[in-house]
């Protein structure tokens, strides 16, 4: 089943279920009218959801066609977006990039941050920022969206509480992180508004490619239309998507609607830190990766940050080449002065 | 006006308003069901519920009882909750008990973390820990609640956009923050649910002691029934509200129903960190602070953490010795194993 948040003014838009090839959706808010209100009310929601996502293929409910564009984040503003970094060939390139290294724990013991979700963009809606020099930068990452979860979950409980899946574009401003980190408190103006995309759909509908904690496909990121990353999604993954939960969950309760993501995804390839597309390698998720390869080959980062004007597009095809969750396109602008 | 979201089985509670005394209340929902609805419409809902409170106060509506045991947090869960560490003696105290010195730039440039807000505690909620070691502590803080911010927001819109006032228990574990903040990307495990007072009050119903940015108010914090802290969340606060809100929008937009809060509050008094209550000094809002004072004094702790059984209380009195807000009050439980 693949769900979607349609434009219609509201805050969180309407609630409409999708046809597996993204073409065709129908009306859901007569079972509930946003879905957060269908997360809120999963057990009873779901099988009615999941009925009239059979009648839609059956063509036998009223259908409209679905423009990706129409459609804002599944969750257009959720109350927890608690971001992992689960692919440490990512976090080693980007750690490396400032002089860091790595810490051996971080391969035991998960890093995640507390994100904000009060504003998310939608996945065609520009990425603005204020000054070129912010350093703007994709980050493509898998997000699932869960139940509620108690406190001191179980990798099992954690497991059955991933109720469905999407992409993310966790927008970062590379130029703001050093002094921000620097400041001991983590990610705040460093991190502005994320995307996702267009439909969310349940790990079920994915088939094979989920195996119960990881995605196995690869995650297109294409940067002015080039392909850029390639990589494998269930590749290089240290914690599995129930791992990061349980830990999200060591010392609080997640409330249903929670959103846990993956962290950039990043294979490292057969030798060391991964090879761009260009060279034959599986690319990356974010420009950062990039920079730091060029300046490990180099000595000096070639491929700038993101520029007015450039735009990114992130999404994901299964093995026959369908798009599986809907593209996030956006472009960047400079935000305009108030 | 002061509002309330009362405990009724749903998950955001039902809106109603309470009267100045706190004794009486009134149902609000047919004008708003929830406090986050009321937030997502506040230009056309606030002059509405302003007409229920005058009547309220002139017993021309039906009203209740208002029992403080009864109301969830204001927002039980919030989009965006956003804590500021504004009373500048608390961070340095707080950094000199982990053996850091405060950056001078602390003193221009506001540090602000993400905090989680998707499952906050009811006022009168026990605080589970897992583990007694994990050091549990409180943090008396004030808070306000915005309506919509724009990214770029200047610190006029940012006053403008304040709507509500209220009071914080930013529940922190002392012991899990060290290996945490030394990961690099903040808190999370270390920084569990928070509980907010049982009201939350207009900006407008605080009279002289709101001056559009501060809250010129003895905090009174209460460990185990004992004074522990009666700092005035107006006085040693460096950065005001609408800077923080500033701060928090300069790269991002943010939802109506943005929690942002002020850091525990902290008096430096005459000369120095400040004095414990039973010396005759304004005391602390947090135990960590007791604590530095005392290595400072003695070289050793002697104040421990919030134990099983410790019981917190954190209010607000007004000149006529009223409370403003209720009061917080939690106790501190072992958390049951699942």
Partial sequence: MKLASLKDGSRDGKLVVVNDQLTYCTDATHIAPTLQSALDRWVRVRPKLELIAESLSHEAVPATRFHEHDALSPLPRAYQWADGSAYLNHVELVRKARGAEMPESFRTDPLIYQGGSDAFLAPRDPIAVADAAFGADMEGE???????VRMGATLEQA???????????????????????????GFFQSKPSSAFSPVAVTPESLGDAWDGGKLHLPLHVDLNGNAFGRA?????????????????????????????????????????PGKPVADGGAGYSCIAEQRMIETLQTGTPKT???????????????????????????????????
Avoid: C, W, Y
């Fill in 159 to 185: 497991r059955d509480a991933i109720l469905l899946v999407m992409l993310v574009n966790d927008v970062s401003l590379r130029g703001l992180i050093p002094d921000e980190l620097g400041k001991g408190f």
């Fill in 304 to 338: 700038p940050f993101l520029q007015f004007g450039d735009s990114v597009r992130i999404e994901m095809l299964d093995k026959t080449g369908h798009s599986v969750f809907g593209a996030i396109e956006q472009t960047v602008e400079q935000a305009v002065k108030v």
């Fill in 142 to 148: 898998i997000a699932v969206i869960t139940g509620d």
């Fill in 232 to 272: 494998n999604s269930g590749v290089d993954m240290a914690f599995d998507f129930p791992q990061l939960i349980a830990h999200a969950a060591k010392t609080r309760a997640l409330t249903a609607g929670t959103i846990i993501g993956s962290g950039t995804v990043s294979n490292r390839g057969d030798s060391g």
